[in-house]
Nanobody, 122 residues
Framework: QVRLAESGGRSVQTGDSLVLSCTAS??????MAWFRQALGKEREFVAQ????????DYVDAVRGRFTISRDSATSTLYLQMDNLKPEDTGVYYC?????????????????WGQGTQVTVSS
């Protein structure tokens, strides 16, 4: 079973940058993603990466500001977040899929981290 552990979340100001990390262990996975959940809202897709070739995909709200990447040697997923806005506030989760090479659907991901809080103040 894939195990995931996120780190890097903290409180920042509008316009700041932040990098989230997610370390994975366990069986091979084909795709990884970041989701986030704001207080009182449903969890939403943020970005995904296809593990074998690094193909990436972003939700419109973060495209051009966030960059998802991976280090295959260490099985670590990253999310570089630039020009942060208050609406980026939430708990960020990394997720791994062993069944799909790319998907935005929560149900297609088999493993989840515990989440890391990002708070952006204006």
């Amino acid at each position: 079973q894939v195990r995931l552990a996120e780190s890097g979340g903290r409180s920042v100001q509008t316009g700041d940058s932040l990098v989230l990390s997610c370390t994975a262990s366990g069986p091979t996975f084909s795709a990884m993603a970041w989701f986030r959940q704001a207080l009182g809202k449903e969890r939403e897709f943020v970005a995904q990466i296809r593990w074998n070739d690094g193909w990436t995909d972003y939700v419109d709200a973060v495209r051009g500001r966030f960059t998802i990447s991976r280090d295959s040697a260490t099985s670590t997923l990253y999310l570089q977040m630039d020009n942060l806005k208050p609406e980026d506030t939430g708990v960020y989760y990394c997720a791994a899929s062993t069944r799909y090479f790319h998907t935005r659907l929560e149900g297609d991901y088999d493993a989840w981290g515990q989440g890391t809080q990002v708070t952006v103040s204006s």
